[in-house]
């Protein structure tokens, strides 16, 4: 069924199992039947699923993921490990933070083997819905909540200015506004993300057109190096992000009151089901080191 919907051929779908057509044809009409209903219609635009389809293909995927966690689990239980959890996380949430939780669940005195996926919240809560993660540590935001998914908060984030140590230096002479800031090389996040919007919406509240970024990503990495490098680069990030990178990339902070705070980081699971105790194991340890870390900001 999946292969039907990303091909939309059955003879691109006979190709890729190296079947015939008929044979896949045959067994999709089996499966229709058990369904009593067709799940796929044709069209010019190739076969497209029907209403009833879109429910079977959407928890043909959840099974295929749940499998795929299956042999998973069995290969860290195979190799002395307690299991495996597939974490979702957007690119600014600490990598201490991250490490420290992972260092911190030991069941039984053995280790889990965790799978990272970075992205934006959008993505890896559609996948997790899915069942293609177990957990994700992402923004709660209105377009984040799901009725299917149960969110808690974890801590919040207060954002920070960075630049290089000479023009943070410079920056820091005189008192700062909006308008100072605006004439800079700024670099911010890919579009739509929540850093990038608040910073375009405080831009507009001064009256200033919000800036274009010279280099849009959401690799903190990535924005350290490029800051640290240039005597004109600047962005806005959370501040345990910007403590890191003031730690590996010598970047600094710049003293610029903000007058908002970022939307909170929550980590989102799946209400169905009954959770596995390493992912509940994973979820203490998590809101442990956030009490450690951020107890003020919670």
Known sequence: LLLIQQHGSLTRVAQHMATSQPAVTSALAEIETMFGAPLFTRSMRGMLPTELGHIALARAQAMLHDLDHLARDMEAAASGQAGHVNVG?????????????????????????????????????????????????ARATPSAMHQRLRFEVLYRQRPRLIASRRLAARLNRGRLSWADLSDLDWILGTPNTPMREQVADVFLGEGLPPPIPVVETNSSKLIGEMVAASDRAISALPADIADELVRISGVAVVPFTFEWALSPIA?????????????????????????????ARI
Do not use: N, W
């Open 89 to 137: 996380v957007i690119p600014f949430v600490s990598g201490q933070l991250l490490s420290a939780a992972i260092a911190r669940t030991l069941p039984g005195g053995r280790r889990l083997s965790v799978t990272v996926h970075e992205g934006t919240s959008d993505m890896l809560l559609e996948h997790l819905d899915q069942h293609g993660l177990d957990a994700v540590i």
């Open 267 to 295: 980590l989102f699971t799946r209400k169905e089901g009954r959770a596995r105790d390493v992912d509940e194991l994973f979820a203490q340890a998590l809101r442990e080191v956030c009490g450690q870390l951020y107890g």
